[in-house]
């Protein structure tokens, strides 16, 4: 299945963050986004004309009482493996592919097994792609709505399109939060990210909850924005996150995991976390 939209695949958006975050990247690189492909500008502008926060409520309502279907962890694997583009040459690696190579570095640099299992799962909440969600609902780096727009989100200019720009009660710092209210009680732009956090909020460790719900809060933890949001608690876990980040971007290759060796260790880590049936 593809899915339309301004990307070539959902894995563009992944690498244009990867380049972005590069490690030793030069101040002057920094924001120097004159290669960027068309489609991933076009994509942006997209995801911050559309993300508002009557949309954000919309969606949680809409998923987060995971009520459209039950299947097993490795069942929703498969199911995400099926998104598939046809238009992109450059890789024959497939999303259980990518995930597998996030985990397998997890699990080398000898992290606990439910670190290892957030790196194969962290991008499950991609299947809304197959829901018949746009790119723009799904993949971007995250950021709160309901309050002023921080500079430091990419391509932040696009949001001049999005209605919640000319609404003054979102305009200022805290908008409708207040200072140190925690995340947990600010709505982020919708995705992947928030729609996979309460699919595995029953069964996974707290780090392995703010590592999905927050891993393209980009603006946050690789930027420092909306630190004012935060409590004590979220500062804490933000470690974690920090922590994953670097797997999460830089640990593909075109050296192809072998599915069929590796599924049986990770089969057994879901076995130990997730029941046999998780509702979506």
Known sequence: MQVQGPLQNLEQWDDFVGERYKPNKKTEEFRDYSKTTPGVVEFYRQNHARQTRAFVLDKKRQYAGLTRTRMSIWEALDYLNTLVDESDPDTDLSQIDHNLQAAEAIRRDGHPDWFQLT????????????????????????????????DKIVFHEFFDAN??????????????????CG?????????????????????????ALYMIRYHSFYPAHREGA?????????????????????????SKSDSKPSVTELKPYYQGLIEKYFPSQVDF
């Open 163 to 180: 209605p919640d720009s000319k609404n003054p009660e979102y305009q200022t710092q805290l908008g409708v939060y207040e200072k140190g």
């Open 183 to 207: 995340l947990d009680k600010v709505d982020l732009s919708w995705g992947h990210d928030e729609y996979f956090y309460h699919i595995a909020k029953p069964y996974l460790p707290e780090p």
């Open 226 to 250: 909306y630190d004012y949001l935060m409590n004590v608690r979220d500062r804490k876990m933000f470690d974690w996150v920090r922590t994953f980040n670097p797997y999460d971007l830089y």
């Open 119 to 150: 790196g194969l799962l962290h991008d499950i909440g991609k299947v809304l792609c197959l829901y018949g969600e746009e790119q723009w609902a799904v993949v971007g780096d995250t950021f709160p709505t309901g309050c002023a727009y921080s």
